[in-house]
């Protein structure tokens, strides 16, 4: 009689921005909030319990598909419905006191990393600051094409981040100081801002 073992899946390789196509864009999007109503450090962890709270539905379902059901930790991987042919998946690989990061898994529409953070203004008393500041290129031609190109996964990518600021906002309480801050910076290019 032949011995059988079970598969064993095996991990997806992150997909780090330098195996990417085209330019490499660092974006980052931001809000401040006056007053919020529990400290920086108690809001970020409510986030990483609650991350697809945060996310458009309907632009960026995130579904954790390995790791436990509560808080994210390293290792935990999320699988990502975007709208259009964009889905991909993710994996935390870092968590901090006032940051958590994830990186880009194989067949990801982009390749590289996207960081949140939530800290203390770094002039404005009483004030904290969230943000998303993402380093990445395109996966592939196709994607550099459809992406950056025609401009399609472009703003959806925009709209879903700019709405997971705006929640996160709204959940903080206290006074949103600006709307939510975009900064999109081209490899080689000046940083351009759209208010």
Same mark, same amino acid.
């Given at each position: 009689?032949?011995?059988?073992?079970?598969?064993?899946?095996?991990?997806?390789?992150?997909?780090?921005? #330098?195996?990417?196509?085209?330019?490499?864009?660092?974006?980052?999007?931001?809000?401040? /909030?006056? +007053?919020?109503?529990?400290?920086?450090?108690?809001? !970020?962890?409510?986030?990483?319990? +609650?991350?697809?709270?945060?996310?458009?539905?309907?632009?960026?379902?995130?579904?954790?598909?390995?790791?436990? #059901?509560?808080? &994210?930790?390293?290792? %935990?991987?999320?699988?990502?419905?975007? =709208?259009?042919?964009?889905?991909?998946? /993710?994996?935390?690989?870092?968590?901090?006191?006032?940051?958590?990061? !994830? $990186?880009?898994?194989?067949? +990801?529409?982009? $390749?590289?990393?996207?960081?949140?953070? &939530?800290?203390? +203004?770094?002039? &404005?008393?009483?004030?904290?600051?969230?943000?998303? #500041?993402?380093? $990445?290129?395109?996966? %592939?031609?196709?994607?550099?094409?459809?992406?950056?190109?025609?401009? =399609?996964?472009?703003?959806?990518?925009?709209?879903?981040?700019?709405?997971?600021?705006?929640? /996160?906002?709204?959940?903080?309480?206290? =006074?949103?100081?600006?709307?939510?801050? /975009?900064?999109?910076?081209?490899?080689?290019?000046?940083?351009?801002?759209? $208010?």
């Amino acid at each position: 009689m032949q011995k059988t073992f079970p598969l064993i899946a095996m991990p997806k390789p992150e997909q780090p921005a #330098h195996t990417g196509s085209g330019p490499l864009f660092e974006r980052r999007y931001w809000v401040d /909030v006056q +007053h919020p109503r529990q400290p920086a450090e108690e809001l !970020l962890r409510y986030i990483e319990c +609650h991350l697809p709270d945060f996310s458009p539905d309907l632009l960026a379902d995130f579904e954790k598909s390995k790791g436990a #059901h509560d808080c &994210l930790a390293v290792g %935990d991987e999320y699988n990502i419905k975007i =709208l259009g042919p964009w889905n991909g998946d /993710v994996r935390v690989t870092e968590v901090g006191a006032d940051f958590f990061e !994830l $990186a880009t898994l194989e067949s +990801h529409p982009e $390749a590289g990393r996207i960081r949140f953070s &939530l800290r203390p +203004h770094a002039t &404005l008393p009483a004030t904290m600051r969230f943000e998303i #500041h993402s380093w $990445a290129r395109s996966r %592939d031609g196709l994607v550099a094409f459809t992406y950056d190109t025609l401009g =399609l996964g472009r703003r959806v990518q925009q709209q879903t981040w700019e709405t997971f600021c705006q929640r /996160v906002a709204d959940y903080c309480g206290g =006074l949103q100081l600006v709307p939510v801050q /975009v900064e999109t910076i081209k490899q080689d290019e000046t940083p351009v801002t759209n $208010a």
